[in-house]
């Protein structure tokens, strides 16, 4: 189960960083995204990476502004979002799966629960 954390209601300009934490099983070897939805839209990928620390990528709206990292002791990724914007705000997703399928198709194994990132303008 993956189990993300750290949404809230933030300013333009501001700071939020998301969590999502693996229980009962390892996240490594494994690809990890980011993925946010907005009512009656479709998933977007935001962002992914291999456990083993490369392969990152980022979509072009966020790029420059959120960074995407794990940690391995505590078996958890993390997206940092910076210069947020009113657009940003979404149900963030983390994901898990193959970093290849997830970067080339955006399918994935298993979905974290959402948490809500609301940027204020």
């Known amino acids: 189960q993956l189990q993300a954390s750290g949404g809230g209601l933030v300013q333009a300009g501001g700071s939020l960083r998301l969590s999502c934490t693996a229980s009962g099983r390892t996240l490594t070897g494994h690809g990890l995204g980011w993925f946010r939805q907005n009512p009656g839209k479709g998933r977007e990928f935001v962002a992914a990476?291999?456990?083993?620390?490369?392969?990152?990528n980022y979509a072009d709206s966020v790029k420059g502004r959120f960074t995407i990292s794990r940690d391995n002791a505590k078996n958890t990724v993390y997206l940092q979002m910076n210069s947020l914007k009113p657009e940003d705000t979404a149900v963030y997703y983390c994901?898990?799966?193959?970093?290849?399928?997830?970067?080339?198709?955006?399918?994935?194994?298993?979905w974290g629960q959402g948490t809500q990132v609301t940027v204020s303008s």
């Open positions: 990476m291999r456990w083993s620390g490369d392969m990152i």
């Open positions: 994901a898990e799966g193959n970093i290849w399928t997830m970067l080339k198709t955006r399918r994935v194994d298993y």
